[in-house]
């Protein structure tokens, strides 16, 4: 099983810009998807951007244009870069792995990071 560890994220301001990055470890395959979803109190988790092996990008409607998503398949990491940050963007933050019948959909994501929190401020 895949194991899964976020780092980066924090607080800025609205307008600023911050980096997450995720580690794949504990397996000798590489993901087919690899993605990245953020939640916040009272909602589901919602796909941000997600990366195949075969560097398939997507990007939820929310995101693009403003947030790109660059995966290394030597280093099992897939970082997220987010610019333009706006409040809405605060939530905690999943890098997840694995088979999904739709990449933007966690279903099928079978390995999960703990989470890391982006709080963007006005």
């Known amino acids: 099983q895949v194991q899964l560890m976020e780092s980066g994220g924090g607080s800025v301001q609205a307008g600023g810009s911050l980096r997450l990055s995720c580690a794949a470890s504990?397996?000798?395959?590489?993901?087919?998807?690899m993605a990245w979803f953020r939640q916040v109190p009272g909602k589901g988790r919602e796909a941000v951007a997600a990366?195949?092996?075969?560097?398939?990008?997507r990007y939820a409607d929310s995101v693009a244009g403003r947030f790109t998503t660059l995966r290394d398949n030597a280093k099992k990491t897939l970082d997220l870069y987010m610019y333009s940050l706006k409040p809405e963007d605060t939530g905690m933050y999943y890098c997840?792995?694995?088979?999904?019948?739709?990449?933007?959909?966690?279903?099928?994501?079978?390995?999960w990071g703990q989470g890391i929190q982006v709080t963007v401020s006005n």
């Open positions: 990366n195949s092996i075969g560097s398939t990008i």
């Open positions: 504990n397996d000798t395959t590489n993901p087919l998807w």
């Open positions: 997840a792995a694995g088979r999904p019948p739709s990449a933007l959909a966690p279903v099928g994501y079978n390995a």
